[in-house]
């Protein structure tokens, strides 16, 4: 009688047990939040048909195509100089047509001061999500003299 009522209570400790600790591996996944990946970025077409190429006093054509499961919180575009000069173009968008978004199309022109130095450049798409999440794509850009004959496409 002892050592089966032993048994049972032996029986039980050790299902107690096991269950908590299958409770407990559980909990990482389930307890979570739905998992969103992390935005996904593709830089389409920098500059007049996808010449990476921008013009001082102009205005540089730029697509992307974004995805963003959670929701896209913020873009980031950074255009600086690359090597020694420390020119920088910066613009951010935090509001509008993009933003709350999952999937867009970005298309903005992003205009090029007068001041800049001709030279190379590198541009960073940063894209923020509402949970935080970041991805940057990045490009080589060039800054050239040229006419402005970009400002007309779509
Ligand atoms: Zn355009
Ligand atoms: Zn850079």
């Known amino acids: 009688m002892n050592k089966l ?22 909990d ?14 593709t830089l389409t077409e920098v500059g007049h048909a996808n010449s990476s190429v921008a013009h001082p006093g102009s205005d540089m054509h730029l697509e992307a195509n974004v995805v963003a499961e959670a929701g896209i919180k913020r ?32 298309h903005e022109h992003i205009d090029i001061p007068e001041t800049a130095p001709l030279g190379e450049y590198h541009l960073h798409f940063t894209v923020t999500d509402n949970l935080g999440q970041q991805t940057t794509a990045e490009k080589h850009v060039e800054v050239a003299e040229g006419g402005n004959d970009d400002d007309d496409d779509d």
């Open 75 to 106: 873009i980031d575009v950074e255009i600086h100089q690359e090597g020694k000069g420390s020119f920088e173009i910066e613009k951010s968008y935090t509001e509008g047509k993009y933003i709350g978004v999952r999937n867009i199309e970005f």
């Open 5 to 26: 009522k032993y048994s049972s209570l032996l029986l039980a400790f050790v299902s107690t047990l096991f269950i908590g600790l299958t409770a407990c591996s559980d």
């Open 28 to 41: 990482d996944d389930d307890n979570q939040e739905v998992n969103f990946k992390k935005p996904v970025v």
